[in-house]
Structures are given as structure tokens and as C-alpha cells.
């Protein structure tokens, strides 16, 4: 039986952040959906480093999220991927976000968080506190916030736990999130 994955996200979702887990996942023959808190096409967002102080960002392309956030049953899934950019910010507020994400942490099921994507966690605090987690560095006072240890680093991996940096640590969060899917 194929492991099955999920993916969270919404509008303004990093580009790469997204599509490169959803294809690599795919491309491992893992089932994988895409939650947004409504069915529609998702627009994604490129941020880059250019020569400003912070990232630029434009628009990107569009993706069809294949649930919503009240179509999701956690427990149909081995595995949990929660991209960055803007998203974060607006679906931690849903009131079935918390819902989601509670199962994959209680049955210590694989979680990928990238960039931005942590101060979403927001909802399952009570079990974010007292974990060790990276970010984007402008990230670092909400994972602090939450209770949790920011690690400066690229990647980190607390057990079930592997979050990164930015888009271009995915190889190496990629490599880790299969080791550990295809060992659960």
C-alpha cells in the first residue's frame, strides 16, 4: 500500500516550497494531497534575494489544492509537509488547522516545516514547546514564541521534526522526510 502524504498550505505559498515536495513525493509513489482551506487553485509566490535588505516576492504559478481543510481526516495520512511564505501566517488562523496537525505530532508521524512555515504551528503549541526547530531568520522570535528552541542553522531534524531554512535546504530536507516516511 502506497504511504500517503499531505501537504498544507494556501494562497501565497512559496513556488518551490511546495511544488518541489508535492513532485518529489509523487515521484516516490507516495499518494499526496494538497489542503488549503478551500478547494481552488492555489496561487504560489517566487521569493528570491536580490539586492534588497529583505527577499522580493512575485507571483507564481497557479496549483489546484485537492481538499480543504474540512475535507481532511489526519488519520488517512503517514506523513505531514507544511510549506513557507505567506500562507503560514493566515492558515494557522482556520479553525481546522489545529485539528490537522495535531495527530501527525501525538503519533510522532514525519513533519516537514520549511521557512516560514513554523509560525503556523501556532495552534498546537502545547506541542511545539520544548522542541528545537529552524526557520527563516526572521521566523526565529514566533518559534521562540511558541515555546520552541530556534537552532541557527540550515536544517534541523528533532526526531520526527525536520525543518529548514528556505527553499534551496529541500534536497536535504527531501532526503531526510523519505528516509524517515519510508521507515515509519
Not at 515536495?21 to 507516495?30: D, I, N, V
Request: glycine share 8%; charged share 25%.
Amino acid at each position: 500500500m502506497a504511504k500517503k502524504v499531505l501537504i498544507v498550505t494556501g494562497d501565497a505559498v512559496e513556488a518551490l516550497e511546495v511544488y518541489y515536495p508535492y513532485y518529489r513525493c509523487l515521484e516516490q509513489g507516495y499518494e499526496t494531497d494538497i489542503a488549503a482551506p478551500t478547494r481552488k487553485k492555489i496561487h504560489t509566490v517566487v521569493h528570491d534575494f536580490e539586492d534588497w535588505e529583505t527577499y522580493t516576492e512575485k507571483k507564481g504559478y497557479g496549483l489546484e489544492a485537492t481538499k480543504s481543510f474540512a475535507e481532511v481526516n489526519p488519520d488517512e495520512y503517514d506523513a505531514l509537509i507544511i510549506p513557507g511564505g505567506r500562507a503560514p501566517e493566515y492558515i494557522r488562523l482556520h479553525p481546522d488547522y489545529g485539528r490537522i496537525l495535531r495527530p501527525f505530532f501525538e503519533k510522532n508521524q514525519p513533519i516537514m516545516v520549511v521557512c516560514h512555515g513554523g509560525i503556523s504551528l501556532s495552534p498546537i503549541k502545547d506541542l511545539i514547546t520544548g522542541r528545537e526547530m529552524t526557520a527563516y531568520i526572521a521566523c526565529k522570535p514566533d518559534i521562540e514564541a511558541l515555546g520552541a528552541t530556534y537552532v541557527d542553522k540550515q536544517t534541523h531534524i528533532d526526531g520526527n521534526l525536520i525543518s529548514g531554512h528556505a527553499w534551496n535546504n529541500l534536497p536535504e530536507l527531501m532526503r531526510e522526510f523519505i528516509r524517515q516516511v519510508e521507515n515509519s
